[in-house]
């Protein structure tokens, strides 16, 4: 079993996983800029965050930039926002062929893997996740979000083309994070729940089930993320072979845990803006304690944000969400 999913259902009570490293800058007066760029000020709002909480896993940051700036794109920087890709860098069949692959460790990729060097050798005793992107995130960000939904109908072979090179790419990443020491990543696919399930199945699931297929290890855990996915993809989604999941608002967690079998598991899915920065710690104190009534009896919830927890999240809301969770049956 993955080591993720064998943690889980052995634990003694309920466990909480938000994703969360840049919160963490609020004790370490760092920038988001300096956490996506430095892996040891990286290295130090995780710490942070893992002291003040005494979380079970410690992970890197997740930035859904950084495996397309290996491939080549532009992106828009500053100091207070995680990059975002600018414009365009593949729009045509032929410009797809010709694209290089890059190596791990390109451009800032190596400031991920090498944040989870420093997390397992500080460490050893708990489970280190790396994070990185999906494959039809990652093509689409290649040839443009909304332009990459029209593609999927007009040119669907360009599409796939850029799949195959995400996929071959995202397949040496994982293995670069497992020899960094990492037990797993956390991989977002969120332009994915975009698509409906069939289209899903194929220009997504499908080569989920390649990167599933080419773990580097048995017990090396691959945490799928997907913050639009809704209850009508996981059908498509339990059929890649996937043992873990982490979804966001959309999805129905108490009716999925219906449809999912006990042994995989599913986290989620408490707003990250809505909750973790909108409100005040009383609702989310409210909202984490009602989470945990509706999936109570399911060993195989871990309660969690529903996407990365921005910055400028309170430190008093995430005490709250601990503090629930600390006190839950």
Partial sequence: MQCFNQYVLSAPRRLAMPIAVYPGIALTHAKVSDVTHNPEIQFQAQTALHLRYHTPLVLSAMDLSAEAEAFGCTLHEAEEEVPSVTGRL????????????????????????????????????????????????????LAGVSEAMELTVTEPELMHTLLQKSTDFLRSYLRAFHSQGADGVIMAEPAAGLLSPRMMQEFSCAYIRQLVEALPTASFALIYHNCAAKLMHLPVLLATGVQTFHFGAP?????????????????GNLDPTGVFVQSSPAEVEQQTRKLLAATQGHRNFVISSGCDVPARAPLANLDAFFKAVDEAP
């Fill in 90 to 141: 593949v729009t045509s069949l032929a410009e797809a062929q010709a694209l290089e692959v890059p190596k791990p460790g390109a451009k800032r990729t190596s400031v991920y893997l090498e944040t989870v060097a420093r997390l397992r050798r500080h460490y050893p005793q708990y489970l280190v996740f790396g994070g990185c992107i999906g494959p039809f995130s990652l093509a689409a960000r």
């Fill in 251 to 267: 999805m129905d967690i108490p009716a999925a845990l219906t449809q999912a079998p006990a042994s995989v598991v599913i986290c």
